[in-house]
């Protein structure tokens, strides 16, 4: 099991830049493969990206890529969002998932544990 921790939310003007870090604490990090979601008022969660055990395969929504950029620190049990170029419509609770089973895709339902989300809020 893996509990997670999201941190470095707030508000930004539309055009600029935040990081969010996840911080995992329970069994070894390096096992599971990693995601953020995000959830706007009255929208389903989202998909926003994803990233493997090692770092080397990450996937993004086409609404983030070219904007966003999912990485992770195995020695920090860290995962992070560098989130630039916001838009108010980025505006939502950003959530941090994890699985054993490597699975990096879209769906929520593909992932065993969940933080308990970071508000972003962009302003225009």
């Known amino acids: 099991q893996v509990q997670l921790v999201e941190s470095g939310g707030g508000l930004v003007q539309a055009g600029g830049s935040l990081r969010l870090s996840c911080g995992a604490s329970?069994?070894?990090?390096?096992?599971?493969?990693m995601a953020w979601f995000r959830q706007a008022p009255g929208k389903e969660r989202e998909f926003v990206a994803a990233?493997?055990?090692?770092?080397?395969?990450?996937s993004y929504a086409d609404l983030v890529k070219g904007r966003f950029t999912i990485s992770r620190d195995n020695a920090k049990s860290t995962v992070y969002l560098q989130m630039n170029s916001l838009k108010p419509e980025d505006t939502a609770v950003y959530y941090c998932?994890?699985?054993?089973?490597?699975?990096?895709?879209?769906?929520?339902?593909?992932?065993?544990?969940w933080g308990q989300g970071t508000q972003v809020t962009v302003s225009s």
């Open positions: 998932a994890a699985n054993p089973s490597g699975y990096t895709g879209r769906y929520y339902s593909g992932y065993l544990y």
């Open positions: 990233i493997n055990w090692s770092g080397g395969s990450t």
């Open positions: 329970g069994r070894s990090f390096s096992d599971y493969a």
